[in-house]
Nanobody
Framework: QVQLVESGGGLVQAGGSLRLSCAAS????????MGWFRQVPGKEREFVAH????????YYADSVKGRFIIFRDNAKNTVTLRMNRLKPEDTAVYYC???????????????????WGQGTQVTVSS
């Protein structure tokens, strides 16, 4: 298993940037494909970005492609979401997630993510 803790959310003006970090426990972090999701109250959780175990493969939702960057540091057990040119519609609670080990080599975003952080609020003002 892996435990996840997000940090780095906050309030930012439209056009600004934020950096979200996710710290993972456990010595097998490098075996987990990781993702970032977001959720607005009253709406379903939305996929944002995914990164493979080595960091060499990344995938993004169309809504954030070209603005957000996901990367990981397996030596530090962290995965980061760098968010640039933020828009008010990016306002949400952002969650870090880990896919089960059976999807470690899956090509693309995992069909399922079993481990979730508690979330961090991102608010973008217009």
């Amino acid at each position: 298993q892996v435990q996840l803790v997000e940090s780095g959310g906050g309030l930012v003006q439209a056009g600004g940037s934020l950096r979200l970090s996710c710290a993972a426990s456990g010595r097998t972090f490098s075996s987990y494909a990781m993702g970032w999701f977001r959720q607005v109250p009253g709406k379903e959780r939305e996929f944002v970005a995914h990164i493979g175990t080595s960091g060499g493969s990344t995938y993004y939702a169309d809504s954030v492609k070209g603005r957000f960057i996901i990367f990981r540091d397996n030596a530090k057990n962290t995965v980061t979401l760098r968010m640039n040119r933020l828009k008010p519609e990016d306002t949400a609670v952002y969650y870090c997630a880990a896919a089960p080990l059976e999807y470690s080599d899956y090509s693309g975003p995992a069909p399922r993510y079993d481990y979730w952080g508690q979330g961090t609020q991102v608010t973008v003002s217009s």
